[in-house]
């Protein structure tokens, strides 16, 4: 069983919809967690972060965090297409606080 | 501010020959990690330094594989001799407080023929 699991997608949400991406962890005292985006050929990018159970917004963005499931998601509101890309849960685990990265969800937003 | 920089971009090399990447990290940012990822993959830690210290490097198969970061600045990447597994894209990431908010390089692509 994977650490840190995402569903792999490809996901497709029509231009304006909210995408909606889901990540389960296997650590239980993992303190936190982080949102990164990936668009083909390039480095991952940090677009969030999340510390405490429940939301935080930043613009589209808005991560939801539920410690007692082990469920982190990232809703992006008014899809663009230029929000196309992959998107890569990462979790600090364990007692040396590895950043473990899902395998990513691919999502495409079609105008 | 200038970001993190990784050379050489793109490597080609034949396996069992050596390859070397380098990384100088964003100034200041004491903690610098070499992840390796492979094609419809997440990145995959290999190594982390805190400073001059390689704090975490039990994903790194040391077989082939060192690192290091003199001076706990610019650090180096080896694998000698390359295998046709290890083709994968090779990315060197900062953070200033370890803390998980990374910042990336543009990666260096190996394929190992």
């Known amino acids: 069983q994977k650490e840190v699991e995402q569903n792999s997608g490809p996901l497709s949400v029509p231009e304006g919809a909210i995408a909606s991406l889901n990540c389960t962890y296997s650590?239980?005292?993992?303190?936190?967690f982080f949102w990164y985006r990936q668009y083909s050929g390039k480095s991952p990018e940090l677009i969030m972060s999340i510390y405490s159970n429940g939301d935080k917004e930043d613009g589209r963005f808005t991560a939801q965090l539920n410690k007692a499931s082990q469920y982190v998601s990232l809703l992006i509101r008014d899809s663009q297409p230029s929000d196309s890309a992959t998107y890569l849960c990462a979790v600090n685990m364990g007692s040396a606080r590895q950043l473990t990265f899902g395998s990513g969800t691919q999502l495409t937003v079609l105008p | 501010e200038a970001g993190v920089v990784q050379s050489p971009r793109y490597k080609i090399i034949e396996k069992k020959q050596p390859v070397a990447f380098w990384c100088n990290p964003i100034s200041g940012h004491n903690t610098l990690y070499w992840y390796l990822q492979n094609l419809g993959q997440g990145p995959e830690l290999l190594i982390r330094y805190e400073n001059e210290e390689a704090v975490d490097d039990s994903q790194l198969p040391k077989d082939r594989f060192s690192a290091e970061r003199l001076k706990g600045v610019d650090s180096t990447l080896k694998i000698q001799p390359a295998e046709l597994g290890d083709s994968a894209v090779y990315l060197c990431?900062?953070?200033?407080?370890?803390?998980?908010?990374?910042?990336f390089g543009e990666g260096s692509r190996l394929t190992v023929l």
């Open positions: 650590d239980r005292v993992s303190q936190s």
């Open positions: 990431a900062s953070s200033f407080q370890g803390d998980g908010e990374l910042f």
